[in-house]
């Protein structure tokens, strides 16, 4: 089962960049890594997926090292807007070959001050 | 735009009774999870199914069972509510992974149930 582990919560200002790390190291081969974003009575939004090295689109990166043990998100300069839950997601979902393979982290509260 | 309905927003049951939630996806996924959400533990996965009448079970299946009659449909059942059970559950869905694609999962907005 590969576990995740994040920080409980984190705090930054305005325009700040911001780095969340996911530990999971007993992720498997076939594994991605996927975060997600939570506001307050919405469900979880998909904000990127990567396998190994970095990836980014519009609205972060995501560096995973040659190991793939950890990943971290990073949120370029940041808005009050980008207060809420991130969670790490690592797993496969292929047919009939799941469960125990898609675990989603304890999630970390990201506070974003002005 | 894509979409994952829940078909109540805030639920009270009592404590033995049977309940019912359901979830419907518009995108035509193969895949679809039942999550609960409590503080402190994130998102724990219920159970999964990818096709019609198939299910898989997830980290915390016990007291829970599901339904998928129809592609759209995925319903989360328990058959005797307790109190433990009181909590927020989410729906998802996915389209089929293949390697190298896209395994994001669309989110419903939850469903609160209170066991009394």
């Known amino acids: 089962l590969a576990k995740t582990t994040q920080p409980i919560s984190m705090d930054s200002y305005e325009g700040q960049e911001v780095n969340i790390t996911c530990s999971h190291n007993?992720?498997?081969?076939?594994?991605?890594i996927t975060w997600y974003q939570q506001f307050p009575s919405q469900g979880p939004r998909f904000i990127i997926q990567?396998?190994?090295t970095k990836v980014t689109n519009e609205v972060a990166s995501l560096f995973i090292p040659a190991d793939r043990k950890s990943s971290t998100l990073s949120l370029p300069r940041v808005s009050l807007s980008d207060t809420a839950v991130y969670y790490c997601?690592?797993?496969?979902?292929?047919?009939?070959?799941?469960?125990?393979?898609?675990?989603f982290g304890r999630g970390t509260q990201l506070t974003v001050w002005p | 735009d894509v979409k994952v309905t829940q078909s109540s927003r805030y639920l009270v049951k009592r404590t033995g009774e049977k309940v019912f939630l359901e979830c419907v996806q518009d995108?035509?996924?193969?895949?679809m999870f039942w999550y609960r959400q409590d503080p402190g533990l994130g998102l724990r996965l219920i159970y999964f199914?990818?096709?019609?009448?198939?299910?898989e079970k997830g980290d915390i299946p016990e007291g829970y069972s599901v339904s998928r009659e129809k592609k759209e449909r995925f319903s989360l059942i328990l058959e005797s509510a307790s109190t433990n059970q009181t909590s927020m559950y989410l729906c998802?869905?996915?389209?089929?992974?293949?390697?190298?694609?896209?395994?994001?999962?669309?989110f419903g907005p939850g469903t609160r149930l209170t066991v009394l």
């Open positions: 998802a869905s996915s389209s089929l992974n293949r390697v190298g694609a896209y395994n994001e999962q669309f």
């Open positions: 007993n992720i498997a081969t076939n594994d991605y």
């Open positions: 990567g396998y190994k």
């Open positions: 997601l690592v797993g496969d979902i292929n047919r009939g070959s799941t469960l125990g393979r898609l675990y």
């Open positions: 995108m035509d996924h193969e895949n």
């Open positions: 199914s990818y096709d019609v009448k198939m299910k």
